[in-house]
């Protein structure tokens, strides 16, 4: 993307996404030509091209060129990022936000980069202060699969979090977390930690991170394929 940053790229793009869900193609394909698009968003024809380009690129929106014109339509991600935007804007122009909010998931194998983020001192040190326990070297991770367990996923990502500041030392730079208290259950059984969400990570939003001070696979006595509850705890008042 040469010298423009990748935020600024996104933000761009998100203009046009929104314009052409304005047009209809939130949830079902519409024909669009350029000179129309190029129209409605102030544009040149050849950059309202290339802005679609990007966006199928992006695998914001599913496209097809016909003799006719262009048939559109937001890819599930297209619109994953509006509902993004729309649960945000609840938030803040609303302030309305729930005390709890319970998300189950399945638990499988990560990465295995967790323990080494988790270990990293700088962040520790935070955790211990903020999240009040010294958290166990790794993270549970579950995988969230129905429309309502996403959409709350998706929905604390507005809501106010507490902040692990990022850091640098001699070989990179590690980036902020954002964190909610949380209970974890599964079967009768209950252990307290938090749910993380780090501005770098490999997961999407399907992905729900949890530590805890307790190792949780053997506490709730856990494997792959397990169903977990996680009651998040958001209000002030709740955590």
């Not at 990293?120 to 211990?128: L, N």
Request: net charge positive; aromatic share 10%; with cysteine.
């Amino acid at each position: 993307m040469r010298s423009l940053s990748r935020d600024r790229y996104l933000q761009r793009n998100f203009f046009v996404l929104y314009k052409l869900a304005e047009m209809g193609a939130y949830n079902r394909t519409v024909k669009i030509s350029t000179e129309f698009l190029a129209e409605k968003l102030g544009f040149s024809q050849q950059t309202a091209s290339r802005r679609l380009i990007e966006l199928e690129r992006l695998g914001w929106i599913k496209r097809t060129v016909t003799p006719d014109g262009t048939l559109i339509k937001l890819s599930e991600s297209g619109r994953s990022q509006l509902r993004r935007i729309h649960s945000t804007l609840a938030v803040i122009l609303e302030a309305r936000y729930p005390p709890s909010i319970t998300i189950e998931g399945t638990v499988f194998t990560g990465l295995g980069e967790g323990a080494y983020y988790v270990t990293r001192e700088a962040y520790r040190r935070q955790f211990m202060e903020k999240l009040g326990f010294n958290p166990y070297p790794g993270t549970l991770n579950l995988k969230i699969t129905s429309e309502r367990d996403l959409r709350a996923r998706m929905d604390l990502e507005a809501y106010p979090a507490i902040e692990i500041s990022g850091f640098k030392d001699k070989n990179r730079t590690y980036g902020p977390v954002r964190c909610f208290h949380a209970l974890i259950s599964n079967r009768g059984k209950r252990e307290r930690g938090a749910v993380i969400f780090a501005l770098r990570s490999h997961y999407d939003s399907s992905v729900l991170e949890v530590i805890s001070p307790v190792y949780l696979r053997g506490r709730l006595k856990l494997r792959d394929g397990s169903k977990v509850k996680v009651e998040v705890l958001i209000s002030p008042s709740a955590q």
